[in-house]
């Protein structure tokens, strides 16, 4: 019974694996598509430039797809605790009626709601190498932490609050095996990877690369720099890999449950031929070795006890 359980749960992991491959191998594919054209253009804008901003706007929206996706009412990719959609729709507002869209507008613009600090204003085209540099900070502190914890109005504006209503901490999928081994994975590289792929998308997404004629400017917005500043293909570089990574993780996952399924499923059959000898013994043929094996204990508890009661004196 407790195999046969076992099994079941098994069989709902596995559906639950199968839906997180092939979400995660559609984000893989749109990413990879908007790699290919921005690759294209990382040192200056060529004729496939303009198609740019339309490729990351759609993997926003296959990113969005893919990953809310649900089983039996709950969101895979959601986490325990999560009831609503992962990924906000980039037009949809959050509790607040901030819809990501709003927040990369505002990010772009120097607005009283969200004020910049870099003393630089409205940066729809970057200029110059400083403008790139400020516009990529200011993706920064949305995306990958700063405005989460700056406290209100400005937490609003961030990948916490209005881009990705998931767990940020947590598990991804688990399950315990019959050994009592927990097979898990955990949310942290997912997400990170999320981060990174969402916050290029939107920075391609909201700059036309054709308007700037700043070659410094476009560089440093596409490719960084040397201290640690990532552009937007940087940023998609390194998603992609965490989204590749968990893949093969869950892939991994996976593979262990397998064997520990073909397991007990062998230890099933053996129970079951068990369980058919049991009942298919003939009651007396049984009752015949029974008490066959009775008379021999009765004569061995005989034998041992004269043995006992052997005395020198009689």
Request: no cysteine.
């Amino acid at each position: 019974t407790e195999n046969q359980a076992y099994i079941q749960s098994v069989s709902v992991f596995n559906q639950r694996i199968d839906l997180i491959d092939a979400s995660l191998a559609d984000v893989e594919e749109a990413v990879n598509s908007l790699v290919e054209v921005a690759a294209i253009n990382a040192a200056s804008p060529l004729d496939s430039a303009s198609t740019v901003q339309l490729i990351a706007t759609n993997v926003v929206d296959r990113l969005t797809t893919a990953l809310n996706v649900e089983v039996g009412g709950r969101y895979l990719f959601g986490g325990a605790e999560v009831s609503g959609p992962p990924v906000q729709d980039r037009l949809v507002g959050n509790g607040g009626g901030i819809s990501p869209n709003d927040v990369v507008g505002e990010v772009i613009t120097d607005t009283a709601a969200f004020p910049s600090t870099d003393g630089l204003g409205d940066l729809p085209i970057p200029g110059s190498l400083a403008e790139s540099t400020a516009l990529l900070e200011r993706f920064d502190d949305v995306f990958q932490g700063a405005n989460s914890i700056a406290g209100p109005p400005i937490e609003d504006y961030s990948f916490e609050n209005t881009f990705f209503n998931g767990e940020i901490s947590g598990t991804l999928i688990d399950i315990r095996l019959p050994n009592n081994s927990v097979q898990r994975e955990e949310n942290d590289l997912l997400v990170q990877g999320l981060r990174d792929i969402m916050q290029a998308a939107y920075i391609l997404s909201s700059v036309d690369l054709e308007e700037i004629t700043d070659d410094d400017a476009y560089v440093q917005l596409m490719t960084g720099d040397d201290i640690a500043r990532e552009g937007a293909l940087d940023l998609l570089a390194s998603g992609l890999a965490d989204i590749q990574r968990v893949r093969a993780n869950v892939g991994l996952r996976f593979q262990q449950v397998r064997a520990s399924e073909e397991a007990t499923l062998a230890q099933n059959a053996l129970f079951n031929n068990q369980i058919v000898d049991l009942e298919n013994a003939d009651p007396f043929e049984t009752q015949t070795r029974f008490l066959n094996i009775v008379k021999q204990l009765e004569a061995s508890y005989a034998a041992s006890s004269r043995v006992f009661s052997l005395s020198l004196v009689y």
